[in-house]
């Protein structure tokens, strides 16, 4: 008995291990941004920052965005990283946002946001992607990880992103 509760108990732990070490590591730069290891992108902190708007106002405000030094910032992809189609619904962590919101938060598929991590202001609700989708464009829904297209008419939220990172400010 002792000899098996040892074994579950060293499979545990391992099982552990490997799911730490498998996550990457947002790290707060220090200057208002959170660098994200995995996808090696930088997501402004204040997720609230933009407010409401509409598409075309999101990407004009993100595009014209100046922070941190940078003038490079763009909504995120809703794109698959694989470069295949958006995802629908649940469990869309091939998008940018799909894989912050459940592989860097740790948020379970289908379920409520229960961790908002470093993020400031992170709205329980939808945030703008920069994929257009016919006359809509893709939205990601941080209330319950639901991805789906939305009309650029509608009023979301606006979560910037730039490629790269910063060195830490002192």
Known sequence: M???LVT???????????SVSAKAEMIDMGDGTLYDTDLKLTWLKDAGMGGLMTWSDAMTWADNLVYAGFDNWRLPNA???????PCLGYNCIGS???HLYHKELGNPIGGLLSNSGDFIDLNPLFYWSGTESGNGA????FGNGHQHEHKKW???????VRP???????
């Open 2 to 4: 002792m000899k098996m």
């Open 8 to 18: 579950i108990l060293m499979v545990l732990v391992m099982d552990f291990r490997l």
């Open 79 to 85: 794109m698959n990283q694989d470069g295949s189609s």
């Open 96 to 98: 940018e946002m799909g």
């Open 138 to 141: 893709w939205g990601f829904n």
């Open 154 to 160: 509608h009023y979301r939220y606006v979560l910037p």
């Open 164 to 170: 790269g990172e910063r060195s830490r400010v002192p």
